[in-house]
């Protein structure tokens, strides 16, 4: 009788700890004790790294000869940042850079002392980015960093922001809430310059029909936003991708991230991406990129 020998195939795994497919532990513990209350001071200069998320999308100038701000962004663990879909095409992709841990852009001085300047690997754009309205939808991308970011859970300067959980209901589930948003932007609508030093802006979150009828988004594409409106008060070009945030839970959560207005603290509500909506799509983009499917999702660099 004749044996056949099964010599067992050892499936290798040089996969080591498998991928983070959910918000770093740390994530949303730095930053401000408490959401802003009623009261609207929007519009000031923020206090240095208190919203440790930050980042700095910035893509190198030629007429300038150095890296300039064209977007904010958000951290969600040393590896990857969160923006717009459409800083993607801002940028053009000229050495796109991610600058952490920063205060004031301009300067180098004591403050900056933790900050970093990092290389993107990939930029990602959510499938559905449209931009072929006089609006934008599914106004989302992933960015992974070359290398991680050094200190992000001892460096006071650096934090990672969380993604709220899968949304519920239609694009309404924080209206009353006071969220902040942040940003390097310009300061008045038609500026040329970002500001140097970060600002921050409080916004009662408003019901997302209030958006939709202003700029004429189908049912569908509205489903990706989240609406934001407080007179003379408002996000700004430059400050695209950035976070608006609410701490939920005693962790600050990146709700929104600016997508697009009409000018800027005019009279029409600031549109901002709807991150709940996104969650699985972020969760799953990430597993599979750390898990070699990099064939999977509309990609670009
Ligand atoms: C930012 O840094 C630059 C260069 O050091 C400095 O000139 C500027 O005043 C700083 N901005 C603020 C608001 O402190
Ligand atoms: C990380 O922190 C250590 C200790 O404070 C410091 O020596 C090192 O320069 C930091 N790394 C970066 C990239 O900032
Ligand atoms: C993109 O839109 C299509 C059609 O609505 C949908 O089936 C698909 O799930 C969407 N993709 C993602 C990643 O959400």
Redesign the pocket.
């Known amino acids: 009788m004749k044996f056949f020998l099964w010599l067992p195939v050892l499936a290798v795994c040089f996969c080591s700890a498998s991928a983070k497919v959910g918000n770093d532990p740390l994530c949303g513990t730095k930053g401000p004790p408490t959401n802003p209350d009623g009261r609207i001071v929007g519009g000031e200069v923020a206090e240095p790294h208190e919203y440790p998320w930050m980042a700095s999308f910035q893509a190198y100038k030629p007429s300038e000869g150095r890296l300039t701000h064209n977007c904010g962004a958000s951290i969600l663990n040393d590896r990857w940042i969160i923006t717009a879909a459409h800083c993607g095409v801002i940028m053009g992709g000229i050495r796109p850079t991610i600058v952490v841990?920063s205060y004031n852009l301009t300067s180098t001085g004591p403050l900056e002392?933790?900050?970093?300047s990092l290389s993107i690997e990939k930029f990602i754009t959510h499938p559905n980015f449209s931009s072929s309205h006089d609006y934008l939808a599914n106004d989302i991308a992933l960015i992974r960093l070359a290398t991680p970011i050094?200190?992000l859970s001892?460096?006071p300067q650096l934090g990672s922001i969380c993604v709220p959980e899968k949304a519920k209901n239609a694009g309404n589930e924080f209206v009353d809430s006071i969220a902040t948003a942040s940003g390097w932007g310009v300061t008045f609508s038609g500026s040329a310059t970002p500001h140097d030093v970060l600002m921050k802006v409080f916004l009662p979150m408003v019901a997302v029909k209030e958006c939709a009828e202003v700029f004429q988004t189908s049912e569908e594409d509205t489903k990706t936003m989240l609406c934001a409106f407080a007179k003379g008060k408002d996000t700004c070009q430059g400050d695209s991708g950035g976070p608006i945030a609410l701490k939920i839970d005693q962790k600050w959560t990146v709700i929104g991230l600016t997508s697009f207005g009409r000018g800027c603290g005019g009279s029409t509500p600031g549109v901002y991406s709807r991150v709940a909506l996104f969650s699985d799509w972020i969760w799953e983009t990430i597993g599979q990129y750390e898990n070699g499917n990099e064939e999977n999702g509309n990609q670009s660099s």
């Open positions: 841990g002392s933790a900050r970093q050094a200190n001892t460096a």
